[in-house]
Each structure stands twice: as C-alpha cells, then as structure tokens.
C-alpha cells in the first residue's frame, strides 16, 4: 500500500521527480529505557520516541 502523499503525487504542484515528498517526519530518537528495561530483565532498552514528529504523532512516518 503507498502511503497517502505518494499515491496522490501527480496531483502536486511539483515537477521534478527526485524532489521527496516529505512532512519532516523522521530523525525520531532512541530513548534509554533503563529502569523499564532492569524491570524486565533487560540491560539495553531502547524505545523510539515518536512524539519528536511534525505533528507529534507516531501517524506522521506512515502517512507519507
């Protein structure tokens, strides 16, 4: 399934191809989980944190 910008890209005011369709999602961190990963017996845990998003919404990376 393409993603909702993608399939309507020919109906865009743009021309050139190799510009990226892009809402500047992405670039989200890592963040260390320590204490949730020492409760599940887990030395290195690390959760991506989303929320660092345009709209800060987990959607935004699936949408474009």
Do not use: Q, W
Not at 5 to 12: S, T
Not at 42 to 61: A, I, Q, V, Y
């Amino acid at each position: 399934m393409k993603a909702l910008l993608e399939r309507y890209r020919d109906l865009l005011a743009r021309d050139d191809e190799s510009f990226p369709i892009t809402l500047g999602e992405g670039g989200t961190p890592l963040i260390h989980a320590r204490r949730l990963g020492a409760e599940m017996g887990l030395e290195r845990l690390h959760l991506k944190f989303e929320g660092m998003n345009p709209t800060g919404s987990f959607k935004d990376r699936g949408m474009v």
